[in-house]
């Protein structure tokens, strides 16, 4: 008997499969298009760990069983080269991005191959190629021309260490999410996109995406829609407190005001009707009203000590990471300690601005402070505090004494033994004003809040904005956490952005016909840290000609966030072999949106969230009219190592190619999918591989040993419940169950003396998406076994050549993974068995196992019931009143004592 050596036939499928492109649809015909993807990875080492092979495994095997199921199934892949993670690498390594990339991008294409996934190898698509970048590029112009590109000065992340700017999303706990540096600010002339035009219809559409939850959550947290009102605070500046007092500005009533924007701080609040209990405004160091102080404080009347000390508080702010300006924002002390950053730097801290403002609504003037707690890229980078209702605020206000004003009541429930069902509000004098006062965030009903007295927080919320809008105070508005995304990257491994500066013209967009910019080759590719791209050090790439005007001009230096690239690959994939379109009408419309994507949920709201977007922009252009990408989303789980997340530092990492070539890529995948469910990942233990080459030993020897005779009843019931259980399973992505129902229908099998040829061909097909190879070897076995001995094995292995596996009309040809997914018969699933519970005077005493013919014979079914002791304990000495029977279910016995 021939033993199960996978290094013997699984190279050869690996071939065979992609020669004649089995597993490449044809893209105008297909009648039913299923287009399935995985995320395709970032080649920033020399190739894929244990994490990436589990993630493409379980992608493919979904792919291959919505195939079995008669799908034309497109699963194309590509890597996504170009961006920081990959020129690090080379940095690290000491070779250039553009050496390094050939040498990977085979080692992860020979890794694919190696471990069977199914993929269309004639629509390949790698980021870092001209052939790909020039879509990149011509969809910067379209969003330019759309309004949706622009540059701006602006203070961004800035990664000391990768040297280059970061979008908001790319900073994770105000560290660098590729090098874990902590991230610092810096004002440079950069790129963004206008994703916050999209933010709502982002937000809105997410209830119904069939997405991975987790994935879903972040998205709403990350877009983060805060609904109040911006509200008017006008600003008042006087020499001294005796002068402020004694001199203050006469104000005109709310309807005369007619000034500038300018002479008021304007704050964001999500409550509104805590506006009385403003006792103070905070503003950002970065907020323009403090470099008026800085720069104009003498005309102003502000003491140059006050001017000094706002200076030197600044350039201290300048200093923290945004982590830890952040951190300082934390919930008051209370949630200290849980950022790891010591206290002294989770302290709130502020200075005074020697100015101040006039509360609208109470005409009272309240201190202005500066305070690193306030961020100016959140909000308008002012805020009004409100310490008797925001902890963080009351923290503040303990620390420099400043009022505390209380101006909402919460409603109690009065004690029962005054009267029940009946509310009462918390005087102000039961409010602790001392040290010891303890912060009320919720609602309730206003005091202290003149005319709006008495209201519920709801209705002041309403009232009092409606309020400040007539009075040209404030109005309502909705405010949103996403900002937009910020593309520039001063690196080299990038599409350059397609833009030219002319001294006459000023910007001027590449025309398309002039796609790509090519990333010229140099050198010395290094970031050099001062806020200019290496590819200004190019003077042939970066000199060149007006296309409007025929002058002298220069080209952008910075290249495109690599995200950028992979928020659109997915539609190049369906056009590789049209040089001259991004978009073909035909395919779109059969292919996309994608139906099923996989990728991991660290990617939520970067590569996701981008996508999402972009896809509007496209749809809003035209090119498409459909907004969301993908249809259905799953987010794989992560492999752990003997109970450890894997890293370097630790020296366990996993390299598959040393399994695969140990144990084959079989017993690999199917170790990988057998761990628990895709969505939850596992636990990888090198002892557990030996298992699952045990069980894939078994199917061999049963497929080459079998016996072949008629299906029993019994097989036919196993057979067909795992048939319909391993569908299920497969759908939802829990391919450890389909794995142990086939071992249970294994040992099954193992037991009886024949099997039928039939369930050995259904369980070959169960078990291919999981192990391809040795499923497609013995399919061929089966083969053999059918024909005629002068046809030899050779010929069947080497025949399929000829008929185009694409074809629909060929799905019953030479390869297991072209047939079709076995059906089960509904009457194989029913039982024979049924439980009838019986119970004496309502209390179970017993379960009666019958026949399922016996179900109707209430007769036989009784006799069986008063023949139990279980029943004859509890009904003697006792006179039956009557027996209740509901047929198939409950036997109910009524008695009473006599």
């Known amino acids: 008997m021939k033993k199960y050596i996978p290094g013997e036939f699984e190279n050869k499928w690996a071939k065979k499969w992609k020669e004649v492109g089995l597993f490449s649809p044809d893209l105008d015909k297909a009648k039913k298009p299923f287009y399935s993807l995985m995320m395709f990875p970032y080649p920033s080492a020399e190739g894929m760990h244990v994490g990436n092979m589990y993630a493409f495994t379980g992608s493919d095997v979904y792919s291959r069983f919505k195939r079995l199921q008669g799908f034309d199934v497109f699963e194309p892949i590509g890597l996504d080269g170009f ?96 090098c874990a540096s902590m991230v610092g600010k810096k004002e440079l002339e950069q790129w963004f996109f206008k994703i916050t035009d999209y933010a709502e219809k982002l937000l809105s559409n997410i209830d119904s995406l069939d997405w991975s939850e987790i994935i879903k959550v972040a998205q709403r947290n990350w877009i983060g829609k805060s609904e109040g009102a911006s509200i008017k605070f006008e600003i008042v500046i006087a020499r001294s407190e005796e002068t402020r007092q004694s001199n203050k500005k006469e104000i005109a009533s709310p309807a005369k005001l007619d000034r500038n924007d300018s002479d008021y701080l304007e704050v964001f609040t999500t409550r509104p009707d805590t506006v009385f209990g403003a006792t103070f405004l905070v503003v950002s160091p970065e907020h323009p009203f403090v470099n008026v102080i800085l720069n104009s404080f003498q005309d102003l009347g502000i003491p140059k000590q006050v001017r000094d000390d706002i200076e030197e508080y600044v350039e201290k702010s300048k200093k923290k990471s945004e982590l830890e300006r952040k951190s300082s924002y934390a919930k008051a002390s209370k949630d200290k300690g849980k950022t790891g950053l010591p206290d002294e730097v989770l302290t709130k801290s502020g200075v005074f601005t020697g100015s101040y403002a006039k509360n609208p609504l109470t005409g009272e003037d309240i201190p202005i402070w500066v305070a690193d707690y306030v961020l100016m890229g959140y909000g308008t980078g002012a805020i009004m505090a409100v310490p008797a209702h925001d902890d963080r605020d009351l923290e503040f206000a303990k620390k420099y004494n400043l009022e505390i004003k209380p101006v909402i009541a919460r409603i109690r429930q009065m004690p029962e033994t005054r009267q029940s069902n009946k509310e009462e509000i918390a005087s102000p004098a039961e409010l602790d004003r001392n040290d010891n006062v303890e912060v009320y965030e919720g609602d309730g009903v206003l005091i202290n809040s003149g005319e709006f007295n008495g209201l519920s927080s709801d209705r002041a919320k309403e009232s009092i904005t409606k309020y400040l809008e007539e009075h040209q105070l404030g109005k309502k508005q909705v405010q949103y956490h996403l900002r937009d995304w910020l593309i520039s990257r001063q690196r080299y491994w990038g599409p350059p952005i397609p833009i030219i500066y002319c001294d006459k013209c000023g910007l001027v967009p590449v025309p398309e016909k002039d796609l790509p910019v090519e990333l010229p080759y140099i050198k010395d590719f290094k970031p050099t840290g001062t806020g200019v791209g290496p590819l200004a050090s190019d003077s042939d790439f970066i000199n060149t000609i007006c296309p409007q005007c025929g002058g002298k001009a220069k080209r952008e230096t910075d290249v495109s966030d690599n995200f950028f690239d992979s928020s659109l690959y997915f539609f190049r994939y369906l056009t590789t072999d049209f040089a ?8 779109t419309k059969k292919w996309l949106p994608v139906d099923m994507y996989i990728g991991g949920a660290e990617h939520a709201v970067l590569h996701l969230l981008y996508s999402r977007f972009i896809t509007m922009a496209f749809k809003d252009m035209g090119f498409i009219d459909f907004e969301e990408p993908f249809k259905q989303f799953r987010a794989h789980g992560l492999i752990i190592k003997d109970g450890a997340k894997m890293s370097k530092s630790k020296g366990n990492i996993i390299v598959p190619d040393k399994y695969i070539k140990e144990w084959g890529a079989d017993v690999f995948r199917a170790y990988l999918m057998f761990m628990g469910p895709f969505t939850g990942g596992g636990d990888f233990q090198d002892d557990g591989l030996n298992g699952v080459y045990r069980f894939l030993n078994r199917i061999w020897n049963l497929v080459l040993n079998f016996k072949e005779a008629e299906a029993s009843l019994e097989e036919n019931r196993m057979l067909h419940k795992t048939i319909q259980k391993a569908g299920l399973d497969y759908e939802n992505l829990h391919y450890n169950t389909v794995i142990s129902g086939l071992m249970e229908l294994l040992n099954f099998l193992s037991k009886q003396t024949t099997v039928s040829k039939e369930t050995i061909k259904a369980i070959l097909i169960m078990l291919s998406p999981v192990a391809p190879f040795m499923t497609e070897e013995l399919w061929s076995v089966i083969a053999i076994r059918q024909l005629p001995e002068k046809q030899s094995r050779s010929e069947i292995a080497t025949s399929p050549a000829s008929p185009d596996p694409r074809d629909d009309n060929n799905r019953q040809s030479w390869s297991i993974h072209q047939q079709p997914w076995p059906k089960y018969d509904p009457k194989y699933l029913e039982e024979e068995e049924i439980i009838i519970v019986v119970s004496v005077d309502g209390k179970v005493r017993d379960n009666l196992v019958i026949q399922k013919d016996m179900v109707d014979n209430r007769k036989d079914i009784e006799n069986l019931v008063m023949a139990s002791s279980k029943v004859q304990k509890f009904v003697a000495g006792k006179e039956i009143v009557k027996n209740i029977y509901i047929p198939g279910k409950i036997f109910n016995i009524v008695t009473e004592s006599k």
Request: net charge neutral; with cysteine; aromatic share 16%.
């Open 83 to 178: 961006g920081i993670h990959g020129e690090n690498y080379a940095m690290k390594i000491n070779e250039h991005p553009m050496e390094v990339s050939k040498r990977t991008e085979k080692h992860f294409y020979e890794q694919f191959l190696m471990v069977g996934n199914a993929f269309d190898w004639q629509r390949i698509v790698d980021t870092y190629k001209p052939n790909y970048y020039k879509w990149t590029q011509w969809a910067f112009l379209q969003l330019y021309k759309k309004g949706l590109a622009y540059r701006k000065k602006a203070e961004v992340n800035w990664c000391p260490l990768c040297m280059t700017v970061l979008a908001d999303e790319q900073v994770v706990s105000g560290e660098c999410e590729r």
């Open 580 to 587: 001259d379109r991004f978009f073909d009408d035909s395919r």
